[in-house]
């Protein structure tokens, strides 16, 4: 044991060294007092892992351990730094490029089941009958009960051509039902567009994925030709967006903007980028009102304060997640990933996203938020979550206070739930969304047709 322990520590050693004569070495490791060094808790980890290997109560697989202690090392950093195993590297891609291998159906998770919020349309699970509402509550004979989501994604999913069998409760029949699906190439759109009246646009942006920015494009393009000229105005609805690619979002933005600074980003308080729009964006004129609320996150939350700090448009809805920090996906041997933390987002008005979030013009809670129960969560909630503008972390406190500052009674009118909404967004969008199940995309839209002012 004791000449492997000395080989384990002489490898973790070499490493070490290699670390340190790396683009950002400074020659203070050969000064460091020993006791002092970084490179004593290698020697330490080595120690445990020969410990654990050999002394462990059954046999120990040694990959995973260290993995395991390079997954712990990087989620000590903040809630959304990660390292990614090559299978969970795969499914992240996947998510970015907007196709994978699966079944299509869009869900939610609840205690005991998978919530079918929708089928994709022409998916595997649409033809085959899968409806809204269904609860998934088996996987492969499987419960999902206990499940983690990413473990109930990476059941679903897998190479096409492979089946899966659901097990599926249904409101209203007492028998569970059974499906056997193939699986298939989905590809999910990132826009969701329609119409409405008053030749008033609507348009959805689901996350900010590969082809976002054409997406709309071609979607604007559908919607003047069926208005048979210009729109009226523009609905941009963010809510439930949790971001996604920047520059699918800075695209999206320079759209909406004629020029000026979209956001900036800052590494350790020192400006890194500015991104700017152009001058012929081709959603720059008339009235446009985007809706947010508390799970429009990162992207979703550049792209709104560009437009609030512009007085491009008026936000609608509850104040955002917060999560204004930048990752950075790096690629690593064996086909696994790096999500790493690398700086900070600010609005065009050098107001920082992080742990505060966008507010809006005119907050309107949706009625989930009411529930305590529910448990509405957001950046400043979250333990470890990076600080506003790299002040100590007891400021949290505070963060978490001013996130919270839309929600108390005074802070607006809040929209009623049901069946007809999920997470407060309407499941269809009515022609004339006016008094409609969607309060905030009511009040949205009688905004951007000038039927409510803003002093009303």
């Not at 000590?76 to 996947?94: G, K, M, R, V, W």
């Amino acid at each position: 044991m004791g000449s492997l322990l000395r080989g384990t520590l002489r490898s973790l050693a070499l490493v070490a060294a290699g670390f340190a004569g790396g683009a950002f070495a400074t020659g203070a490791a050969s000064a460091t007092p020993e006791g002092e060094s970084p490179y004593a808790l290698l020697d330490q980890m080595a120690r445990v892992l020969v410990l654990v290997e050999n002394e462990y109560v059954e046999p120990v697989d040694r990959a995973r351990l260290v993995e395991g202690a390079i997954k712990g090392m990087v989620s000590e950093l903040d809630p959304h730094s990660a390292y990614l195993t090559a299978e969970e590297f795969n499914i992240f891609q996947s998510d970015t490029q907007g196709s994978f291998g699966g079944i299509g159906v869009e869900v939610d998770f609840g205690d005991d089941a998978v919530i079918v919020i929708a089928p994709i349309e022409g998916s595997p699970a649409h033809r085959a009958g899968v409806r809204p509402g269904d609860r998934i509550i088996a996987i492969d004979g499987r419960s999902v009960r206990g499940k983690s989501p990413e473990d109930l994604i990476r059941t679903m999913r897998g190479e096409p051509g492979t089946e899966v069998a659901l097990t599926i409760r249904r409101d209203g029949t007492e028998k569970l039902k059974h499906f056997k699906l193939k699986r298939e190439v989905i590809r999910v759109s990132s826009i969701r567009a329609k119409l409405l009246d008053r030749n008033v646009g609507y348009l959805r942006i689901k996350q900010f994925q590969i082809g976002t920015h054409e997406e709309l494009l071609a979607a604007v393009g559908e919607l003047r030709a069926e208005a048979d000229g210009d729109l009226a105005g523009i609905l941009l609805d963010m809510r439930n967006n949790p971001g996604g690619l920047v520059d699918e979002a800075a695209a999206v933005a320079d759209e909406f903007l004629s020029g000026g600074v979209i956001y900036t980003t800052r590494h350790r308080g020192r400006i890194v980028e500015e991104f700017r729009a152009g001058p012929k964006g081709s959603l720059r004129r008339g009235p446009v009102v985007v809706l947010v609320n508390e799970y429009s996150a990162s992207a979703a939350e550049l792209v709104a304060g560009a437009l609030q700090d512009h007085r491009r448009a008026p936000i609608v809805g509850a104040q955002t997640l917060g999560k204004g920090s930048v990752q950075t996906i790096i690629d690593l041997p064996g086909g696994a990933g790096l999500r790493l933390t690398t700086m900070r987002y600010y609005t065009p008005g050098g107001h920082t996203i992080q742990a505060l979030g966008i507010k809006p013009s005119v907050v309107i809670q949706a009625a989930y938020a009411e529930d305590r129960s529910f448990g509405v969560v957001r950046e400043a909630d979250l333990e470890g979550h990076l600080p506003a503008d790299g002040k100590p972390s007891e400021k949290a406190p505070a963060e978490a206070d001013a996130a919270r500052a839309g929600d108390d009674e005074s802070s607006g009118p809040k929209a009623e739930g049901g069946d007809e909404t999920h997470l407060g967004v309407a499941r269809e969008i009515p022609a004339d969304p006016t008094g409609g199940p969607d309060f905030q995309l009511s009040v949205a839209y009688q905004i951007v047709t000038g039927v409510m002012t803003m002093t009303k």
